[in-house]
């Protein structure tokens, strides 16, 4: 790790947290600390499952249950058990609890308005610009990737999000039925393997790795929409060749369809090169292979994958 980059995150970080001065413990003039208000602003005005509101700001348990208490002592929440599941519980806000989030909301504003004040046309435009880039790689820092069994339900969210986006997208459709990998059960060890991104504690993204003798093959890769700009599939590209390379595969495969021009720009830039036909997906108009792990010379899948076929890729 660069210590330059270092030193700049570490004044970056100062800046910040003076300027927006969460370093008051009445933060924005409120007589709370700013993880009080915070809290209280996350809650809004639907009310808050306590356990995705814990996973939304990466706060633990015990943490979130103090803020909470304080701020039922001074009656601005409620938290109640679920009737169905007491284990569950639901914070909302009060009618007091309402008023003083349409406070903290304005002075909110109030305060970005101060930030931009000084500054003129253009360089409001730059910050607000940087601003965006920020927030969003900052975001990509807070994405999990885990290995699950695809019979997780969040991993049938994925897959059936994946499903979904490819019957729009493919000009034929989409029926995994026909698809090589039907049931999902070549990617579950021995056999391979099935990783899935979170983002919050939300599924955001999946991809699967097959592993027959000799070779990796990529499966089933997908990317939510509001996620897309987070560099999720290279970080999945990068997890599942290492975890090929862990298993000693030397080449890394994927097919795809034609329609799915992002994904085969993203396979390219990482190093796959197109090859003839080493499947017979019925969906696949592109086939691409990597070698990994230092692999070289001649005579590998490459060579060995059958000829007069377009190459494929996988259906990210």
Request: with cysteine; aromatic share 6%.
């Amino acid at each position: 790790m660069d210590a330059a980059q270092i030193g700049q995150v570490r004044r970056f970080n100062r800046t910040v947290t003076e300027r927006v001065g969460v370093l008051h413990d009445h933060y924005l003039g409120l007589d709370r600390p700013v993880g009080e208000a915070r809290l209280l602003w996350e809650i809004g005005g639907q009310g808050q499952d306590v356990r995705r509101l814990r996973e939304r700001l990466g706060l633990d348990s015990g943490y979130v249950s103090r803020l909470l208490r304080s701020l039922e002592a001074d009656g601005l929440v409620t938290v109640e058990p679920q009737p169905g599941d007491r284990r569950v519980r639901t914070v909302r806000l009060t009618e007091a609890g309402r008023a003083e989030h349409a406070v903290l909301d304005g002075r909110s504003d109030e305060l970005a308005g101060s930030l931009l004040a000084p500054l003129n046309t253009a360089q409001r435009a730059r910050l607000v610009a940087a601003m965006a880039e920020v927030d969003r790689l900052l975001t990509a820092t807070t994405v999990t990737l885990d290995v699950v069994d695809p019979g997780h339900p969040d991993a049938r969210l994925c897959l059936r999000s994946y499903v979904t986006e490819m019957r729009e997208r493919f000009e034929t459709g989409f029926d995994p039925a026909r698809s090589l990998l039907p049931d999902a059960g070549g990617l579950r060890a021995p056999d391979g393997l099935f990783l899935v991104a979170r983002l919050h504690g939300e599924p955001v993204a999946c991809a699967g790795l097959k592993l027959p003798p000799g070779t990796a093959e990529i499966k089933r890769m997908w990317v939510a929409p509001h996620a897309r700009r987070l560099g999720l599939g290279r970080r999945l590209l990068a997890e599942l060749e290492a975890r090929a390379v862990g298993h000693g595969r030397g080449v890394l495969r994927l097919d795809t369809n034609k329609v799915l021009g992002d994904a085969i720009a993203l396979y390219r830039s990482y190093g796959f090169e197109e090859v003839p036909a080493f499947n017979d997906e019925p969906y696949a108009h592109h086939w691409f292979e990597k070698r990994i792990g230092g692999a070289r010379g001649s005579g590998g899948a490459r060579d060995r994958a059958p000829s007069g076929r377009p190459a494929k890729r996988s259906l990210s």
